[in-house]
Protein backbone atom coordinates (compact mmCIF):
# COMPACT_ATOMS: atom_id res chain seq x y z
CA UNK A 1 0.00 0.00 0.00
CA UNK A 2 1.76 3.41 -1.16
CA UNK A 3 2.17 5.69 1.57
CA UNK A 4 0.33 9.22 1.54
CA UNK A 5 1.62 12.31 0.16
CA UNK A 6 1.59 15.32 2.96
CA UNK A 7 -1.18 18.32 2.39
CA UNK A 8 -0.04 21.82 1.52
CA UNK A 9 3.44 21.50 0.02
CA UNK A 10 5.19 24.09 -0.72
CA UNK A 11 6.76 23.78 -4.26
CA UNK A 12 10.34 26.33 -4.34
CA UNK A 13 11.49 27.53 -7.65
CA UNK A 14 14.00 29.77 -7.96
CA UNK A 15 13.46 31.45 -11.22
CA UNK A 16 11.30 31.09 -14.28
CA UNK A 17 13.37 28.35 -15.60
CA UNK A 18 11.89 26.42 -13.11
CA UNK A 19 8.45 27.30 -13.58
CA UNK A 20 7.56 24.50 -16.19
CA UNK A 21 8.54 21.74 -14.15
CA UNK A 22 6.98 23.43 -11.19
CA UNK A 23 3.93 23.30 -12.79
CA UNK A 24 3.82 19.68 -13.70
CA UNK A 25 4.59 18.97 -10.20
CA UNK A 26 1.51 20.96 -8.78
CA UNK A 27 -0.37 19.15 -10.98
CA UNK A 28 0.51 15.95 -9.74
CA UNK A 29 0.52 16.90 -6.16
CA UNK A 30 -2.58 17.68 -5.06
CA UNK A 31 -3.49 21.12 -2.93
CA UNK A 32 0.37 22.06 -3.69
CA UNK A 33 1.40 25.36 -3.97
CA UNK A 34 4.22 27.07 -6.48
CA UNK A 35 6.18 29.66 -5.02
CA UNK A 36 8.67 32.05 -7.00
CA UNK A 37 10.35 35.02 -6.85
CA UNK A 38 8.59 38.29 -6.86
CA UNK A 39 11.32 40.06 -9.49
CA UNK A 40 10.84 37.25 -11.86
CA UNK A 41 7.15 37.45 -12.28
CA UNK A 42 5.83 34.22 -13.59
CA UNK A 43 1.96 32.08 -12.44
CA UNK A 44 3.26 31.58 -9.06
CA UNK A 45 0.60 31.26 -6.35
CA UNK A 46 2.84 32.54 -3.84
CA UNK A 47 6.10 35.17 -4.58
CA UNK A 48 8.73 35.90 -2.34
CA UNK A 49 11.74 38.01 -1.71
CA UNK A 50 14.90 35.74 -1.10
CA UNK A 51 14.75 32.28 -1.05
CA UNK A 52 16.77 31.58 1.63
CA UNK A 53 14.74 33.20 4.06
CA UNK A 54 11.47 32.05 2.83
CA UNK A 55 12.55 28.52 3.07
CA UNK A 56 13.31 29.01 6.55
CA UNK A 57 9.84 30.39 7.27
CA UNK A 58 8.07 27.63 5.42
CA UNK A 59 10.34 24.40 7.30
CA UNK A 60 10.01 26.83 10.70
CA UNK A 61 5.82 26.67 9.77
CA UNK A 62 5.66 22.83 9.50
CA UNK A 63 5.14 23.29 5.17
CA UNK A 64 6.50 20.38 3.77
CA UNK A 65 9.40 21.83 1.03
CA UNK A 66 9.34 20.63 -2.66
CA UNK A 67 12.69 22.56 -3.52
CA UNK A 68 13.92 23.02 -7.45
CA UNK A 69 17.21 23.61 -6.76
CA UNK A 70 20.26 22.31 -5.64
CA UNK A 71 20.10 20.13 -2.14
CA UNK A 72 22.49 22.67 -0.49
CA UNK A 73 20.39 25.76 -1.17
CA UNK A 74 17.47 24.10 1.07
CA UNK A 75 20.46 22.36 3.71
CA UNK A 76 21.89 25.48 4.38
CA UNK A 77 18.42 26.96 4.69
CA UNK A 78 16.61 25.08 7.07
CA UNK A 79 20.26 23.79 9.00
CA UNK A 80 19.46 26.59 11.71
CA UNK A 81 16.30 24.96 12.08
CA UNK A 82 16.67 21.51 13.05
CA UNK A 83 15.63 19.87 15.96
CA UNK A 84 13.40 17.19 16.64
CA UNK A 85 13.34 14.33 14.19
CA UNK A 86 9.46 13.68 14.57
CA UNK A 87 8.66 17.25 14.45
CA UNK A 88 10.24 18.21 11.41
CA UNK A 89 8.45 18.84 7.88
CA UNK A 90 9.61 16.76 4.77
CA UNK A 91 11.86 18.23 2.76
CA UNK A 92 12.96 17.26 -0.99
CA UNK A 93 15.42 18.67 -3.46
CA UNK A 94 14.48 18.01 -7.37
CA UNK A 95 17.03 18.67 -10.22
CA UNK A 96 15.50 21.29 -12.32
CA UNK A 97 15.61 18.89 -15.08
CA UNK A 98 13.34 16.64 -13.10
CA UNK A 99 15.86 13.83 -13.32
CA UNK A 100 16.61 13.23 -9.50
CA UNK A 101 14.49 13.26 -6.47
CA UNK A 102 16.22 13.52 -2.71
CA UNK A 103 14.72 12.99 0.45
CA UNK A 104 16.48 15.25 2.40
CA UNK A 105 14.57 14.88 5.82
CA UNK A 106 11.33 13.58 6.83
CA UNK A 107 11.93 10.50 5.08
CA UNK A 108 9.04 9.09 6.74
CA UNK A 109 7.47 11.76 7.52
CA UNK A 110 5.97 12.14 3.52
CA UNK A 111 9.30 13.23 1.84
CA UNK A 112 10.08 9.30 0.58
CA UNK A 113 6.50 9.12 -0.77
CA UNK A 114 7.29 13.08 -2.20
CA UNK A 115 10.49 11.89 -3.95
CA UNK A 116 8.54 8.63 -5.97
CA UNK A 117 5.68 10.62 -6.66
CA UNK A 118 7.90 13.37 -8.52
CA UNK A 119 10.32 10.80 -9.96
CA UNK A 120 7.07 8.65 -11.31
CA UNK A 121 5.79 12.12 -12.28
CA UNK A 122 8.98 13.47 -14.50
CA UNK A 123 10.67 9.63 -15.22
CA UNK A 124 13.34 10.55 -13.26
CA UNK A 125 14.71 8.70 -9.87
CA UNK A 126 14.13 8.64 -6.40
CA UNK A 127 17.08 8.73 -4.12
CA UNK A 128 15.85 6.77 -1.24
CA UNK A 129 18.29 6.36 1.47
CA UNK A 130 16.51 5.33 4.50
CA UNK A 131 17.20 1.38 4.77
CA UNK A 132 13.98 0.21 6.18
CA UNK A 133 12.13 1.33 2.44
CA UNK A 134 15.36 -0.52 0.99
CA UNK A 135 16.03 -3.78 2.89
CA UNK A 136 12.12 -4.18 4.52
CA UNK A 137 9.94 -2.80 1.30
CA UNK A 138 8.09 -0.61 4.07
CA UNK A 139 8.60 2.18 6.47
CA UNK A 140 7.21 0.83 9.91
CA UNK A 141 6.64 4.37 11.26
CA UNK A 142 4.88 6.04 7.94
CA UNK A 143 1.76 3.44 8.39
CA UNK A 144 -1.56 3.74 5.98
CA UNK A 145 -3.97 6.56 6.10
CA UNK A 146 -6.02 6.40 9.79
CA UNK A 147 -3.72 3.63 11.52
CA UNK A 148 -2.14 5.35 14.36
CA UNK A 149 0.98 3.96 16.21
CA UNK A 150 0.32 3.77 20.37
CA UNK A 151 4.23 3.80 21.26
CA UNK A 152 6.11 5.21 18.41
CA UNK A 153 9.38 4.72 20.90
CA UNK A 154 8.83 0.96 19.85
CA UNK A 155 9.67 1.50 16.23
CA UNK A 156 13.35 1.99 16.31
CA UNK A 157 14.01 -1.24 18.12
CA UNK A 158 11.88 -3.33 16.15
CA UNK A 159 13.00 -2.48 12.41
CA UNK A 160 16.95 -2.77 14.05
CA UNK A 161 15.79 -6.23 14.84
CA UNK A 162 13.98 -7.19 10.90
CA UNK A 163 16.99 -5.84 9.53
CA UNK A 164 19.28 -7.74 11.73
CA UNK A 165 17.32 -10.83 10.63
CA UNK A 166 16.08 -11.23 14.11
CA UNK A 167 12.38 -13.10 14.35
CA UNK A 168 9.38 -10.61 15.15
CA UNK A 169 6.21 -11.91 15.44
CA UNK A 170 3.02 -10.17 13.69
CA UNK A 171 -0.36 -10.44 15.67
CA UNK A 172 -2.94 -9.37 13.98
CA UNK A 173 -5.72 -8.94 16.49
CA UNK A 174 -7.79 -6.50 14.84
CA UNK A 175 -7.85 -7.04 11.71
CA UNK A 176 -4.91 -7.86 8.80
CA UNK A 177 -2.46 -5.55 8.13
CA UNK A 178 -2.04 -5.79 4.26
CA UNK A 179 0.60 -3.02 4.28
CA UNK A 180 2.86 -5.40 6.82
CA UNK A 181 2.67 -7.94 3.98
CA UNK A 182 3.71 -5.88 1.41
CA UNK A 183 7.23 -5.62 2.04
CA UNK A 184 10.04 -8.58 2.16
CA UNK A 185 9.92 -9.06 5.69
CA UNK A 186 9.28 -12.35 7.65
CA UNK A 187 7.16 -12.53 10.25
CA UNK A 188 6.44 -15.27 12.30
CA UNK A 189 4.48 -15.88 14.74
CA UNK A 190 6.27 -16.34 18.30
CA UNK A 191 9.45 -14.33 19.08
CA UNK A 192 10.50 -12.25 22.31
CA UNK A 193 10.12 -8.59 19.52
CA UNK A 194 6.52 -8.87 18.51
CA UNK A 195 4.33 -5.95 16.50
CA UNK A 196 0.50 -6.40 17.76
CA UNK A 197 -2.31 -4.84 15.23
CA UNK A 198 -4.91 -4.06 17.96
CA UNK A 199 -8.16 -1.48 18.86
CA UNK A 200 -7.57 -2.53 22.04
CA UNK A 201 -6.30 0.38 25.00
CA UNK A 202 -3.31 -2.04 26.19
CA UNK A 203 0.19 -1.43 28.12
CA UNK A 204 2.70 -3.80 26.34
CA UNK A 205 6.27 -4.25 25.27
CA UNK A 206 5.11 -4.80 21.59
CA UNK A 207 5.08 -2.09 19.11
CA UNK A 208 1.26 -1.43 19.02
CA UNK A 209 -0.37 -0.34 15.66
CA UNK A 210 -4.39 1.14 16.27
CA UNK A 211 -6.25 0.33 12.60
CA UNK A 212 -9.01 2.33 12.09
CA UNK A 213 -11.75 -0.04 12.58
CA UNK A 214 -14.09 1.28 14.79
CA UNK A 215 -17.23 4.01 14.44
CA UNK A 216 -18.32 6.01 17.70
CA UNK A 217 -22.36 6.57 16.85
CA UNK A 218 -23.41 9.85 18.91
CA UNK A 219 -26.69 10.98 19.62
CA UNK A 220 -28.21 13.86 20.98
CA UNK A 221 -30.43 16.60 22.00
CA UNK A 222 -30.07 19.70 19.84
CA UNK A 223 -27.69 22.25 21.45
CA UNK A 224 -26.03 19.36 24.07
CA UNK A 225 -22.39 20.63 24.99
CA UNK A 226 -19.52 19.41 23.27
CA UNK A 227 -18.24 18.72 26.72
CA UNK A 228 -20.79 15.98 27.47
CA UNK A 229 -20.56 14.73 24.35
CA UNK A 230 -16.87 14.29 24.38
CA UNK A 231 -16.81 13.06 28.23
CA UNK A 232 -19.73 10.38 27.22
CA UNK A 233 -17.57 9.28 24.00
CA UNK A 234 -14.50 9.01 26.14
CA UNK A 235 -15.64 6.77 28.83
CA UNK A 236 -17.66 4.73 27.21
CA UNK A 237 -14.22 3.76 25.23
CA UNK A 238 -12.64 3.64 28.23
CA UNK A 239 -14.74 1.27 30.20
CA UNK A 240 -14.86 -0.87 27.05
CA UNK A 241 -10.84 -1.01 27.33
CA UNK A 242 -11.12 0.28 23.52
CA UNK A 243 -8.28 2.95 22.15
CA UNK A 244 -9.58 6.11 21.11
CA UNK A 245 -6.70 5.63 18.41
CA UNK A 246 -8.51 3.22 16.62
CA UNK A 247 -11.56 5.63 15.79
CA UNK A 248 -11.76 5.87 12.20
CA UNK A 249 -15.04 8.14 12.17
CA UNK A 250 -17.75 9.85 14.69
CA UNK A 251 -21.19 9.74 13.10
CA UNK A 252 -24.96 10.63 13.08
CA UNK A 253 -27.83 11.17 11.58
CA UNK A 254 -27.96 14.08 9.30
CA UNK A 255 -30.65 15.95 11.49
CA UNK A 256 -26.91 16.37 13.41
CA UNK A 257 -24.86 17.84 10.46
CA UNK A 258 -24.68 21.27 11.92
CA UNK A 259 -24.18 19.93 15.68
CA UNK A 260 -21.44 21.43 17.43
CA UNK A 261 -20.60 18.84 19.67
CA UNK A 262 -20.22 16.07 17.76
CA UNK A 263 -17.70 18.02 15.39
CA UNK A 264 -15.95 18.85 18.33
CA UNK A 265 -15.66 15.10 18.85
CA UNK A 266 -14.55 14.54 15.55
CA UNK A 267 -12.06 16.94 16.18
CA UNK A 268 -10.93 15.56 19.26
CA UNK A 269 -10.49 12.45 18.34
CA UNK A 270 -8.92 13.67 14.82
CA UNK A 271 -11.19 12.20 12.69
CA UNK A 272 -14.08 13.08 9.93
CA UNK A 273 -17.70 13.62 10.91
CA UNK A 274 -20.09 11.61 8.76
CA UNK A 275 -23.65 11.72 8.70
CA UNK A 276 -26.23 9.24 7.47
CA UNK A 277 -30.07 9.98 6.33
CA UNK A 278 -32.77 8.61 8.45
CA UNK A 279 -33.76 5.69 5.72
CA UNK A 280 -29.92 4.49 6.00
CA UNK A 281 -30.44 4.11 9.66
CA UNK A 282 -33.95 2.51 9.73
CA UNK A 283 -32.25 -0.37 7.48
CA UNK A 284 -30.53 -1.42 10.55
CA UNK A 285 -33.68 -1.33 12.87
CA UNK A 286 -33.20 -5.50 13.33
CA UNK A 287 -29.16 -5.30 14.44
CA UNK A 288 -30.34 -2.63 17.38
CA UNK A 289 -30.57 -3.55 20.94
CA UNK A 290 -33.48 -1.72 21.43
CA UNK A 291 -36.39 0.91 19.76
CA UNK A 292 -36.59 4.44 21.11
CA UNK A 293 -39.94 5.86 20.18
CA UNK A 294 -37.95 9.33 21.25
CA UNK A 295 -35.59 8.63 18.47
CA UNK A 296 -38.29 7.49 16.20
CA UNK A 297 -40.58 10.68 16.41
CA UNK A 298 -37.44 13.29 16.40
CA UNK A 299 -35.73 11.37 12.93
CA UNK A 300 -37.68 8.90 11.81
CA UNK A 301 -35.16 6.09 12.60
CA UNK A 302 -35.44 3.61 16.05
CA UNK A 303 -31.67 4.72 17.20
CA UNK A 304 -29.29 7.04 16.23
CA UNK A 305 -25.98 6.10 18.10
CA UNK A 306 -26.75 2.23 17.65
CA UNK A 307 -27.58 2.88 13.97
CA UNK A 308 -25.27 4.94 12.61
CA UNK A 309 -22.37 3.00 14.36
CA UNK A 310 -23.94 -0.23 12.33
CA UNK A 311 -23.98 1.94 9.19
CA UNK A 312 -20.60 3.16 9.69
CA UNK A 313 -19.63 -0.91 9.65
CA UNK A 314 -20.78 -2.43 7.09
CA UNK A 315 -22.99 -5.64 7.03
CA UNK A 316 -19.82 -7.41 8.73
CA UNK A 317 -19.22 -5.14 11.26
CA UNK A 318 -20.34 -5.45 14.81
CA UNK A 319 -21.75 -3.60 17.43
CA UNK A 320 -18.98 -3.57 20.04
CA UNK A 321 -20.51 -1.55 22.83
CA UNK A 322 -24.28 -0.75 23.19
CA UNK A 323 -25.80 2.56 23.70
CA UNK A 324 -25.03 4.40 26.57
CA UNK A 325 -26.74 7.25 27.69
CA UNK A 326 -25.55 10.29 29.72
CA UNK A 327 -28.49 13.53 30.08
CA UNK A 328 -28.70 14.69 26.92
CA UNK A 329 -26.50 11.94 24.56
CA UNK A 330 -26.20 8.46 23.66
CA UNK A 331 -23.01 6.55 22.39
CA UNK A 332 -22.57 3.45 21.05
CA UNK A 333 -19.58 1.59 19.15
CA UNK A 334 -18.80 -0.35 16.52
CA UNK A 335 -16.35 -2.61 14.72
CA UNK A 336 -15.56 -3.55 11.05
CA UNK A 337 -13.49 -6.51 9.67
CA UNK A 338 -11.40 -4.50 7.73
CA UNK A 339 -10.15 -0.76 8.37
CA UNK A 340 -12.61 2.01 8.10
CA UNK A 341 -12.45 4.33 4.91
CA UNK A 342 -14.33 7.44 6.51
CA UNK A 343 -14.59 9.32 3.02
CA UNK A 344 -16.52 6.71 1.27
CA UNK A 345 -19.52 6.60 4.17
CA UNK A 346 -22.62 8.88 4.59
CA UNK A 347 -22.05 12.58 3.61
CA UNK A 348 -20.06 15.08 5.34
CA UNK A 349 -21.01 18.54 6.51
CA UNK A 350 -20.94 20.86 3.43
CA UNK A 351 -18.56 24.07 3.79
CA UNK A 352 -18.80 27.49 2.25
CA UNK A 353 -15.78 29.46 2.11
CA UNK A 354 -16.11 33.14 0.94
CA UNK A 355 -12.78 34.44 -0.23
CA UNK A 356 -11.64 37.64 -0.97
CA UNK A 357 -8.93 37.05 -3.71
CA UNK A 358 -7.76 40.93 -3.23
CA UNK A 359 -6.72 43.18 -6.53
CA UNK A 360 -6.00 40.27 -8.42
CA UNK A 361 -2.06 39.47 -8.02
CA UNK A 362 -0.96 36.21 -6.45
CA UNK A 363 1.00 38.54 -3.90
CA UNK A 364 -1.75 40.12 -3.00
CA UNK A 365 -4.01 37.08 -1.95
CA UNK A 366 -3.79 36.10 1.97
CA UNK A 367 -2.53 32.41 2.95
CA UNK A 368 -5.89 31.55 4.52
CA UNK A 369 -7.80 32.79 0.89
CA UNK A 370 -5.09 30.72 -1.04
CA UNK A 371 -5.64 27.66 1.63
CA UNK A 372 -9.43 27.75 1.29
CA UNK A 373 -9.10 28.00 -2.20
CA UNK A 374 -6.45 25.30 -2.05
CA UNK A 375 -9.45 23.00 -0.23
CA UNK A 376 -12.22 23.15 -2.22
CA UNK A 377 -13.79 21.15 -4.67
CA UNK A 378 -16.00 23.89 -6.25
CA UNK A 379 -15.28 26.93 -6.91
CA UNK A 380 -18.31 29.91 -7.90
CA UNK A 381 -17.36 33.18 -9.29
CA UNK A 382 -17.65 35.81 -11.77
CA UNK A 383 -15.84 34.24 -14.96
CA UNK A 384 -12.79 36.79 -15.32
CA UNK A 385 -12.04 36.43 -11.25
CA UNK A 386 -11.89 32.91 -11.92
CA UNK A 387 -9.34 33.49 -14.99
CA UNK A 388 -7.30 35.70 -12.43
CA UNK A 389 -6.90 32.62 -10.05
CA UNK A 390 -5.87 30.64 -12.72
CA UNK A 391 -3.55 27.56 -12.03
CA UNK A 392 -4.52 27.66 -8.35
CA UNK A 393 -7.31 26.38 -9.20
CA UNK A 394 -6.76 24.10 -11.66
CA UNK A 395 -8.41 20.26 -11.41
CA UNK A 396 -11.31 22.14 -9.85
CA UNK A 397 -14.78 22.31 -10.89
CA UNK A 398 -15.52 25.78 -11.58
CA UNK A 399 -19.34 27.52 -11.75
CA UNK A 400 -18.27 30.88 -13.51
CA UNK A 401 -20.82 33.14 -14.43
CA UNK A 402 -21.57 36.72 -16.15
CA UNK A 403 -21.31 40.13 -13.85
CA UNK A 404 -24.11 40.99 -12.51
CA UNK A 405 -25.48 37.07 -11.41
CA UNK A 406 -24.24 38.01 -8.03
CA UNK A 407 -27.89 36.55 -6.10
CA UNK A 408 -27.72 33.64 -8.30
CA UNK A 409 -23.99 32.57 -7.57
CA UNK A 410 -24.20 32.79 -3.86
CA UNK A 411 -27.29 30.40 -4.00
CA UNK A 412 -25.25 28.11 -6.46
CA UNK A 413 -22.75 28.13 -3.48
CA UNK A 414 -25.44 27.48 -1.03
CA UNK A 415 -26.94 24.74 -2.68
CA UNK A 416 -23.63 22.76 -3.76
CA UNK A 417 -22.42 22.95 0.19
CA UNK A 418 -25.89 21.69 0.93
CA UNK A 419 -25.13 18.98 -0.54
CA UNK A 420 -22.39 18.24 1.22
CA UNK A 421 -19.48 19.76 -0.95
CA UNK A 422 -16.70 21.97 -0.20
CA UNK A 423 -17.30 25.32 -1.95
CA UNK A 424 -15.49 28.50 -2.46
CA UNK A 425 -17.18 31.61 -3.45
CA UNK A 426 -15.00 33.91 -5.05
CA UNK A 427 -15.33 37.60 -4.37
CA UNK A 428 -12.47 40.24 -5.40
CA UNK A 429 -10.90 42.87 -3.16
CA UNK A 430 -12.33 42.12 0.45
CA UNK A 431 -15.52 39.69 0.21
CA UNK A 432 -17.31 41.43 3.29
CA UNK A 433 -16.55 44.94 1.44
CA UNK A 434 -18.70 45.87 -1.29
CA UNK A 435 -18.52 41.82 -2.07
CA UNK A 436 -20.29 38.36 -1.68
CA UNK A 437 -19.91 37.71 2.17
CA UNK A 438 -23.53 39.83 2.86
CA UNK A 439 -25.03 38.64 0.30
CA UNK A 440 -24.62 35.09 1.69
CA UNK A 441 -25.86 36.22 5.24
CA UNK A 442 -28.58 37.71 4.07
CA UNK A 443 -30.15 34.43 2.05
CA UNK A 444 -29.40 32.64 5.23
CA UNK A 445 -31.46 35.35 7.12
CA UNK A 446 -34.23 34.86 5.03
CA UNK A 447 -34.30 31.37 5.52
CA UNK A 448 -35.43 30.69 1.67
CA UNK A 449 -34.05 26.76 1.99
CA UNK A 450 -33.31 25.23 5.24
CA UNK A 451 -30.81 23.06 4.19
CA UNK A 452 -28.48 26.10 3.89
CA UNK A 453 -28.40 26.01 7.36
CA UNK A 454 -27.01 22.98 8.15
CA UNK A 455 -23.68 24.35 6.05
CA UNK A 456 -20.21 25.25 7.84
CA UNK A 457 -19.19 29.10 6.15
CA UNK A 458 -16.24 30.96 6.90
CA UNK A 459 -15.19 34.57 5.54
CA UNK A 460 -11.96 34.97 4.55
CA UNK A 461 -10.55 38.39 3.77
CA UNK A 462 -8.28 39.86 0.93
CA UNK A 463 -6.71 42.86 0.37
CA UNK A 464 -8.84 45.56 -0.50
CA UNK A 465 -8.47 47.87 -3.72
CA UNK A 466 -8.60 50.67 -1.75
CA UNK A 467 -6.04 49.48 0.41
CA UNK A 468 -3.82 48.57 -2.70
CA UNK A 469 -4.69 52.12 -4.10
CA UNK A 470 -3.12 54.02 -0.88
CA UNK A 471 -0.07 51.81 -0.86
CA UNK A 472 0.76 52.56 -3.94
CA UNK A 473 -0.34 55.93 -3.70
CA UNK A 474 1.69 56.75 -0.05
CA UNK A 475 -0.11 56.41 2.96
CA UNK A 476 -3.67 58.74 2.54
CA UNK A 477 -5.46 56.54 5.02
CA UNK A 478 -3.03 56.92 7.40
CA UNK A 479 -6.48 58.47 9.99
CA UNK A 480 -10.00 58.79 9.74
CA UNK A 481 -11.21 57.96 5.86
CA UNK A 482 -14.41 57.22 4.67
CA UNK A 483 -14.98 54.71 1.28
CA UNK A 484 -18.22 55.07 -1.14
CA UNK A 485 -19.03 52.44 -3.24
Request: charged fraction near 20%.
Amino acid sequence: MPASLPDDIAIIALGPSAAPLGRRLRTALPGSRLHGPAARPADWDESYERAGPHIAQLFDAGRPIVGLCASGILIRAVAPLLAAKRREPPVVAVAEDGSTAVPLLGGHRGANALASTIAETTGGTAAITTAGDLVLGIALDEPPPGWRIRNPDRVKPIAAALLAGEPVALIEEACRAAWLHAGAIHWTEEAAQRVLITDRAVATKALVFHPPVLAIGIGCERGCTPEEITDLARSTLAEAGLAAEAVAVVVSVEHKLAEPGVHALAAKLDVPARFFTPARLLAETERLTEHSQAAFRATGCWGVAEGAALAAVGADGVLVVPKRKSRRATCAVARAPLPIDAASIGRSRGRLAVIGIGPGDPAWRTPEASAALAAAGDIVGYSLYLDLIGPAIAGRTLHASAIGAEAERARQALDLAAEGRSVALVSSGDAGIYGLAPLVFELLDRGEKPEWRSVEITVCPGLSAVQAAAARAGAPLGHDFCAIS
